[in-house]
């Protein structure tokens, strides 16, 4: 009994490994299982085919056979077995396909049946190096003063009232509210021209050169920027070239912050004191550098775990994770209302680009999780039926759909798959040794 709960002769006439990675199978399907195929596929398809003296679809068999000759049949019958007796030569022969059958060819067909030759590129067979007792560096977390201090300041900016700079010139944090037009070579070019914009000097949100400019001018004033776009700018016809912006200063705007007292605390927060406030910071940032440090650690343990791996990785896994790779990542760009094609257009990619650049992540993706997988068979990792169903529910909860709708959509054996990944990256955790952080170089003083 295999796929679709159909009964069916297979024969695995031979399984020879005939390249790294890759299977010659050769199967046959025969006797009447073959002819009952054959039946199905002509009650499907008799249809299709007209025969003088018959209303379409309802000429017999042997009928379709005569006029249309006896092979007629055939093939359509091997198309809707072969994907079930595939499945069935490769359990047979205890291999895991990682890609499609190709090359296959049918080397005999008559109507007691066929035989076909296919071969098969097979998941690798790996070798770990080690994956207990891995070292990777983990930073010891300690909370700095100045840290505290700028968070305060981040609060401090959040709540700052803008005041208006009466004839004062622009400085380095006011924001000036301007027009804009630039022009190349005299034209105005697209895409130059604003209104009524706010700009924060000092932001470094415009091109170089452009905010250091309307520094020093006051409000009213009329003036003009020179400026050069960068070599990489996204525009081929900016790229590098000079550029002239005529600028009008409507409103000069300052950060006003406020006190930082306990009143202020008690506004912002939920503390009565700036002790009690900053406290709370200094935990805060503790539990955020912590988290950090542990995805650290954790990056630093699988780049170990992947040297450690020794596996010919087939062509076929790499392309497919980077299809899973396109395809979320075009997935996240509609949840920001962009299409990949606006994306690679903006950027100047095609999707050969997009797949080579990101072939090298994919292959170390495939490479971890067939190391995963290889510590799953050694530590005989299992994954009950307890731990599935609280993972379907963690799914339903987050995506607030039921549990018995999840489970439509889900495949239980995706699920324990991760799962089991989940815990031999446990294994790998528990068991891997942290050391100290080499000591991050202080920037020289310019």
């Keep these: 009994m295999f796929a679709n709960e159909r009964m069916f002769t297979m024969s695995l006439k031979s399984c020879e ?35 003088p003296g018959f209303r379409k679809g309802k000429a017999p068999k042997h009928i379709i056979e005569t006029y249309y000759g006896k092979e007629v049949f055939w093939y359509d019958a091997i198309d809707a077995e072969y994907p079930a007796l595939f499945e069935a030569a490769v359990n047979e022969a205890g291999i ?73 010139a622009a400085k380095k944090g006011d924001i000036a509210t301007i027009d804009f037009e630039g022009f190349l070579d005299g034209v105005a070019f697209d895409g130059g021209k604003g209104e009524g914009y706010d700009l924060e000097l000092g932001s470094g949100s415009f091109i170089p050169g452009f905010e250091e400019q309307v520094i020093g001018h006051k409000v009213d004033e009329e003036f003009d920027i020179d400026v050069t776009f960068p070599e990489d700018y996204g525009s081929e016809e900016l790229a590098g070239k000079a550029v002239v912006f005529k600028i009008k200063l409507h409103k000069i705007m300052k950060k006003e912050l406020p006190k930082y007292d306990d009143e202020f605390v008690k506004d912002v927060s939920e503390f009565d004191t700036i002790a009690d406030y900053e406290k709370n910071l200094e935990e805060e940032i503790k539990t955020r550098k912590e988290a950090e440090a542990d995805r650290v650690f954790e990056s630093g343990i699988m780049e170990k775990l992947i040297e450690n791996t020794v596996v010919e990785i087939p062509e076929a896994m790499i392309e497919r994770e980077i299809d899973n790779q396109i395809n979320e990542y075009n997935y996240r760009l509609q949840m920001q209302g962009m299409s990949l094609d606006m994306y690679m257009q903006y950027t100047g990619m095609d999707m050969a680009t997009l797949r080579q650049s990101s072939k090298e992540g994919a292959e170390k993706q495939v490479k971890l999780r067939l190391a995963l997988e290889k510590i799953i068979e050694l530590e005989k990792i299992e994954i009950s039926d307890e731990d599935v169903e609280t993972e379907l529910k963690t799914y339903a909860d987050s995506y607030g759909m039921k549990l018995e709708e999840v489970k439509k959509y889900v495949p239980v054996e995706d699920v324990k798959a991760d799962l089991g990944c989940r815990k031999a990256m446990d294994v790998v955790k528990d068991n891997a040794k942290a050391g100290a952080a080499k000591k991050k170089a202080e920037p020289k003083a310019e």
């Design 17 to 51: 490994k005939v390249e790294t990675n890759v299977y010659a199978l050769e199967i046959s399907f025969e006797g009447d299982a073959f002819k009952a195929a054959v039946t199905k596929a002509y009650t499907k398809n008799r249809g299709k085919y007209n025969v």
């Design 96 to 168: 895991v396909p990682v890609s499609a059958p190709f090359e296959d060819e049918i080397v005999s067909l008559d109507e007691n049946g066929f035989t076909v030759k296919l071969k098969v590129t097979v998941k690798p067979e790996v070798e770990l190096k080690a994956y207990k007792g891995i070292k990777a560096e983990k930073e010891k977390v300690t909370v700095k003063k100045a840290e505290i201090k700028e968070e305060v300041e981040k609060a401090l900016e959040k709540d700052a009232k803008l005041v208006a700079v009466e004839g004062k």
